[in-house]
């Protein structure tokens, strides 16, 4: 209901001030003020607009962003602690050794990098190792990553980078010609955070600009992929979303031992991405041993979309990286001494057939040019319009 | 960091109604060669907010497209491109929050009570 009478709101004024209206939108739901609206007063519009709201929402939501609106206030832009604990830290931890396993381009982005005019200025949100940065010699590419340890492999590389947030670019808007979200959003833990980084990468590029956003899929190419990878239940995600939680205020609280595992299968080493998988043959091992396995867990994840999803650091790498001590004294990461690695888990919210259209369609000032399912990802292409 | 990346950041503490331009205040800097790229230049050149640049390197006070011939344009990319900030930090207009720039990287993280 909230977005149809949006919709009538921006009908009604101006078009130019529909972002205003997106976001004062978003403030207000993210509040927790209001569970009946009466008036919004929205910036530049001729008059004011009386909105009556029962407050229920008719967008599809997951379980967690309902709870999220009955939470006390806090801002969208706040990390939720499961992002802090297991993309943030875990990033900055594996660092090194996840950029050495990152150089394979993935040719549909090549494509899309190839294919921009010459002369683009290209922002990458989220760009990690910088193995996009420079792709196009011919466009100027600006890097950006949460991860300061990753940003300063990109720095050392040559590249323009700097330390920022996907969910709160420091960028000025209508800047860029295109921008890009590789493996990015399926980090973020609740649905209002993936539109809003969406909605960043539609605020940064101009008026015609692009933008490419890829996504890990439900839907594998390789299923007993995901035997490997750990749903959480919902309560874990709930838990661990908002910084008033419980869990942030007493992290050892929940020790990485409590959250289900499933059964390790030892033959299985060093495949990280299923992505990459299908360009570093080396780290190939044969599944069958998976098979019978693989299809009980696909039984079990018809609607699971929330994962931990390992990452094995080495034991020598782990050494040159003084995080993960820490990691493991904090319960964080565990020792795997048969593989002789430090087991990290990073979080992951899988994209389902059509999410990551429903996500971009309500974003009003940028239209769907093309979509896409490659190599066990999601992906689609936005142009920004106003 | 680049002047072109200096152009195009924004302090976005909540509550601020206009974080740009940022502040420079230099400890280091070096100069670093760039090939140049008319065609970029050019496609660049309306979005640059042109008295921050100004501000920020030594370049005619006013300009517009007009101008990007061969002598200028060597201008434009030397100030856009190649002056390389290592150090030093950029300062919020409205809050005078110092944002850190340190191998040539800036960090624009907010804090938590800053989002």
Redesign the interface.
């Known amino acids: 209901m909230l977005y149809n009478v949006l919709r009538v709101i921006r009908c009604f004024y101006q078009s130019q001030h529909a972002c205003s209206v997106l976001t004062i939108a978003h403030s207000l739901r993210q509040s927790g003020i209001f569970s009946t609206m009466r008036e919004v007063n929205i910036k530049g519009a001729s008059g004011l607009c009386t909105l009556v709201s029962d407050g229920q929402s008719e967008i599809p939501q997951s379980v967690s962003d309902s709870e999220n609106m009955g939470k006390s206030f806090f801002?969208v832009?706040?990390t939720p602690e499961i992002e802090k604990k297991y993309v943030h830290h875990v990033y900055d931890a594996i660092a090194p050794h996840f950029s050495s396993t990152r150089f394979a381009k993935w040719p549909k982005v090549a494509t899309f990098l190839s294919s921009l005019?010459?002369?683009?200025?290209v922002l990458d949100a989220g760009c990690g190792n910088g193995k996009y940065l420079g792709l196009n010699p011919?466009?100027?590419f600006?890097g950006?990553d949460?991860s300061?340890p990753l940003?300063?492999i990109c720095?050392d590389r040559g590249h323009?980078?700097?330390?920022?947030?996907a969910i709160?670019?420091?960028?000025?808007t209508?800047?860029g010609?295109a921008a890009i979200s590789i493996a990015v959003l399926h980090h973020l833990s609740t649905e209002i955070r993936r539109k809003r980084a969406i909605e960043e990468l539609v605020r940064v590029v101009?008026k015609g600009g692009l933008v490419l956003i890829t996504v890990w899929a439900v839907e594998q190419e390789d299923r007993s992929l995901l035997a490997k990878w750990t749903p959480l239940s919902e309560k874990y995600v709930e838990e661990w979303i908002g910084?008033g939680s419980p869990l942030a205020r007493s992290p050892s609280s929940l020790p990485l031992e409590s959250i289900p595992e499933n059964e390790d299968n030892g033959s299985r080493d060093h495949i990280e991405d299923s992505m990459e998988k299908m360009h570093e043959t080396p780290h190939l091992t044969s599944e069958s041993k998976y098979d019978s396995l693989s299809l009980k867990h696909e039984k079990n994840t018809k609607n699971q979309q929330e994962y931990f999803v390992p990452w094995h650091l080495p034991y020598h790498r782990a050494e040159v990286s003084g995080a993960s001590a820490c990691a493991l004294a904090n319960g964080l990461a565990k020792k795997d001494d048969k593989k002789g690695a430090v087991v990290y888990n990073r979080y992951y919210h899988v994209f389902s057939e059509g999410e990551l259209e429903r996500l971009a369609s309500g974003i009003d000032n940028a239209v769907i040019v093309d979509q896409f399912y490659d190599k066990s990802n999601w992906c689609i292409i936005l142009e920004k319009i106003l | 960091?680049?002047l072109?990346?200096h152009n195009?950041?924004?302090?976005?503490i909540?509550g601020v109604a206009n974080g740009?331009p940022l502040r420079i205040e230099v400890e280091k800097a070096t100069e670093k060669q760039v090939e140049l790229?008319a065609?970029?230049?050019?496609?660049?050149f309306p979005?640059i907010?042109w008295k921050a640049l100004v501000d920020a390197a030594q370049l005619p006070e006013v300009a517009d497209s007009s101008m990007l011939d061969s002598d200028f344009l060597n201008k434009f990319h030397h100030a856009l491109?190649e002056l390389h900030l290592e150090k030093d930090a950029l300062v919020c207009p409205e809050t005078a929050r110092r944002f850190p720039v340190s191998?040539?990287?800036?960090?624009?993280?907010?804090l938590?009570d800053e989002?």
């Open positions: 801002s832009q706040s005019p010459s002369g683009s200025l011919d466009c100027f600006i950006c949460i300061a940003i300063k720095a323009e980078v700097l330390v920022a947030d709160n670019l420091p960028y000025r209508d800047f010609d101009k910084p | 960091m680049k072109l990346t195009m950041l924004s302090s976005n909540k740009f790229n065609g970029f230049l050019r496609n660049v979005m907010e491109l191998q040539g990287t800036p960090n624009m993280l907010l938590e989002v």
